[in-house]
């Protein structure tokens, strides 16, 4: 009875350290999961700020905008879009940073 009580001991030992184990990993593929989706959501903010700067950029030209009133609303708007992304940037390294305290 009392090799069974070791032996039941360290069965539980070794299934603690195997689930501990277990739990690091999982949470060491969420923080990679993580940090992937969020570094793919600021690549689609750079580019969506490229494109609209390049539209701004664009619709000066074509419609004469250059150097007009209308022109200083298309910088105006653009830089309000440029505000917006990086703010969302900022959100996002917000919100990963409560994963990365569980380590």
Not at 18 to 34: P, S
Not at 75 to 100: F, I, N, T, W, Y
Request: hydrophobic residues 40%; aromatic residues 4%.
């Amino acid at each position: 009875m009392v090799d069974q009580s070791h032996a039941l001991a360290k069965l539980v030992r070794e299934r603690k350290a195997k689930t501990a184990d277990t739990f690091e990993e999982g949470k060491a593929k969420a923080q990679e999961a993580i940090e992937h989706t969020i570094a793919a959501q600021k690549t689609a903010l750079d580019y969506s700020a490229k494109q609209a700067k390049a539209a701004f950029q664009t619709a000066k030209q074509q419609f004469g905008y250059a150097g007009t009133p209308a022109a200083t609303i298309a910088d105006s708007m653009q830089r309000g879009v440029e505000v917006v992304v990086e703010a969302q940037k900022e959100l996002l390294d917000v919100m990963k940073e409560p994963v990365q305290t569980l380590h």
